[in-house]
């Protein structure tokens, strides 16, 4: 029977729009995916949100809106995003879902019936922001580690899980299957935590201070705790108990998560599966966490990043390949542009780029776009051939292991060596006397970066896919097996093979550091009580004295210029009564000569950023449209720096 694969991602807050920690996971699961498909897997990847809880409530209260309408609204946010960064997930889940909530139900039902589940009062240190209980050895100079907050005192009646019943059982599991939990430093960490006595886990709140949750099957005044109600959803987005899907997937679970919601998973969730009668998953993956500038991206500081302000400047590729190249899996990574921009010309456009763009010219040049029939063979030819095809296996043990960027070195080293057998071959010498070996080298190129490409699908798939095209090969994308990249001249070209303008541009920088992304300015923190910052909404209401902090004035461009790299953004002259230089996203949508002379509204006192190395001194207004982007001015001649009121 065909192999099974089912991963996951943790299904996201809707207190939060997606920022690249996000999509880093969500990136590693689809990248994972993709290779398991081309190991010929059965696979099935869930994605989704989690929309429950008290920080939803207070996040959906800040924007003005009900906590329904918010979450329609947040979790849209992340369903659509995903396909823009080529994430190719079978179902979303969102735990509003009416057959969530049923199944949340029935596996509460089951853990009762085992008589895992009583009632009793509690006191104890709350958490708002993590939505649960702390005890005071967990707290770091009183305070939770997660937000600097204090717990809050709180005591109530509830219903509590009987985890510490299931605490042995979980200890002998993780030693039986030492892999259940990786890297190792988790699995340490998970029982270094159940070292200690477990706690049994509270797993209602009161409809008095919660109604934001699914009701209880056996209490109606209470609603089911948020995690308890969020872990469920990896086994109800496959339809447990009955469903097609939970008995093809479950239990090949992978669930990738990072550090932050390591005790959740490693700890409550294996001890929920058992009570309720379940099979527990296979792999609990965990990541570590995205900093910038050496902390946490937070809203509050507003050093959050944003993952299509990347994908727009750098494109979509270079972002998902620098993520998986970057980040030692397990490890924390720093997050910075400039390592982009690095990334991005040395490996993508110099290594990979040049060797196709140079292979197709040649093959062109020399033949027409047709792969030639290979000549006499020599030692150095096959020493190519023994690495591109020691590199699938190679890959593929780095890939099962979880080392996404030593399956990235190993690819590239290869490309390194093709790159050099072109050097030390030099086809184009060989062109005017022995065009036998051409053939064979050229053939030999061929087969190499038909393997490179193949490889590559899983990280880079829109790129991968172009080289696969212009190669002329039949089978593309997830067609191609990692049997057929094993053998080596598997596939023959059904078309020509086509000349192709440069996969990757080079981004060129100035010297001077400086961010080409956006900035987000620092979102107002929510009380501490309330957790996290919400995202202001649209709909929400601002005072007369809100908008009149906005500097507003007519401005006249006195200058348009594009800016070296940059797909979207040109650098403009604005005279308001001053001369200022504005970063603007207009290019494509106006010509730089058409907007000399024209009138425009400007922010006049917004924050300087720095966008593509240039400072911006202030926001010219628009309105974006199906049909594109207008600007907006006034109806007639205005002078320039006239405030607009
Ligand atoms: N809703 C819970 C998860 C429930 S799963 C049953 C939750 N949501 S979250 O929105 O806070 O997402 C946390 C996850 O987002 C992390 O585990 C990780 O996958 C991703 N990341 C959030 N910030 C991150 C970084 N700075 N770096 C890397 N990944 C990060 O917790």
């Not at 969020?230 to 093809?248: E, H, Q």
């Not at 390949?321 to 970057?326: H, S």
């Not at 193949?454 to 039949?474: H, N, T, Y």
Request: hydrophobic letters at 40%.
């Amino acid at each position: 029977m065909t192999e099974r694969f089912y991963i996951t991602t943790p299904i996201y807050y809707v207190n939060a729009a997606p920022h690249i920690g996000h999509a880093y996971t969500t990136i590693v699961a689809d990248v994972l995916n993709r290779f398991h498909m081309l190991s010929g897997m059965n696979t099935f990847f869930l994605t989704g949100t989690d929309e429950h809880g008290d920080k939803i409530v207070a996040a959906a209260d800040q924007s003005g809106q009900s906590p329904k309408e918010y979450v329609d609204r947040i979790s849209r946010m992340f369903r659509e995003l995903w396909p823009k960064l080529n994430i190719s997930y079978n179902h979303f889940i969102r735990t509003t879902d009416p057959d969530h909530q049923e199944t949340v139900r029935l596996v509460l039902t089951r853990v009762k019936e085992r008589g895992d589940i009583y009632f009793s009062e509690y006191e104890g240190l709350y958490c708002f922001g993590c939505e649960r209980f702390y005890t005071e050895k967990e707290l770091v100079d009183g305070k939770c580690p997660d937000h600097q907050t204090p717990p809050q005192v709180i005591k109530e009646a509830n219903y509590f899980f009987r985890m510490s019943r299931y605490q042995q059982w979980l200890i002998d599991y993780i030693h039986a299957h030492p892999d259940f939990i990786r890297p190792e430093r988790y699995k340490n960490e998970v029982l270094s935590f159940l070292s200690e006595p477990l706690e049994d886990l509270c797993i209602s709140r009161p409809k008095s201070r919660l109604t934001w949750g699914i009701t209880l099957p056996f209490d109606d005044n209470f609603v089911t705790y948020v995690w308890f109600d969020a872990l469920i959803n990896y086994v109800s987005g496959l339809g447990y108990p009955s469903g097609d899907r939970f008995k093809t997937y479950w239990p090949w679970a992978q669930h990738i998560i990072a550090k932050d919601i390591l005790k959740p998973h490693g700890i409550y969730w294996p001890c929920m599966l058992k009570s309720a009668g379940i099979e527990p998953y296979r792999h609990l993956n965990v990541h570590g966490y995205w900093n910038v500038s050496q902390g946490k991206m937070s809203k509050s500081l507003g050093n959050v990043v944003r993952p299509l302000d990347l994908v727009d400047v750098y494109g979509l590729d270079p972002f998902r390949y620098f993520l998986m190249r970057e980040m030692v899996f397990g490890l924390d990574s720093e997050f910075s542009e400039e390592a982009l921009v690095a990334r991005l010309n040395a490996d993508l456009a110099n290594d990979l780029g040049n060797l196709v763009s140079r292979s197709l010219t040649m093959i062109h040049k020399y033949f027409k776009g047709n792969l030639p029939e290979p000549g006499p063979v020599k030692p150095r030819d096959e020493e190519l051939k023994r690495s591109a095809l020691a590199l699938v296996d190679i890959y593929e043990k780095q890939m099962r292991d979880l080392g996404m960027h030593k399956a990235l070195m190993a690819v590239w080293e290869v490309i390194g060596k093709v790159n050099k057998y072109i050097d030390e071959m030099a086809p184009w010498v060989l062109a005017k006397s022995e065009t036998g070996r051409l053939g064979t080298v050229i053939r030999h190129i061929f087969e190499t970066l038909r393997i490179v490409a193949g490889l590559l699908w899983p990280f880079i798939p829109e790129s991968a896919q172009k080289i696969q095209v212009q190669l002329g090969l039949p089978c593309q994308g997830k067609d191609v097996t990692l049997e057929d990249l094993r053998t080596w001249g598997m596939e023959r070209p059904v078309r020509l093979i086509e000349k192709a303008p440069a996969l990757f541009p080079r981004i060129e920088r100035r010297k001077e550091k400086g961010r080409a992304l956006p900035l987000h300015p620092p979102e107002k923190a929510l009380p501490s009580k309330k957790g996290d910052a919400a995202i202001p909404a649209d709909q929400a209401l601002i005072t007369y004295d809100d908008f009149q902090k906005i500097d507003l004035r007519i401005g006249v461009i006195r200058a348009a210029e594009p800016i070296a790299g940059s797909k979207k953004l040109l650098k403009l002259t604005v005279d308001i009564g001053e001369e200022r230089t504005v970063v603007a996203g207009l290019k494509g949508h106006y010509e730089e000569a058409a907007l000399a002379g024209k009138q425009v509204l400007m922010v006049a006192n917004l924050e300087p950023a720095v966008l593509m190395g240039i400072g911006s001194e202030g926001m010219i207004l628009a309105a974006t449209d199906r049909c594109g982007v207008h600007l907006l001015g006034p109806d007639s001649e205005t002078v320039p720096g006239s405030r607009v009121k």
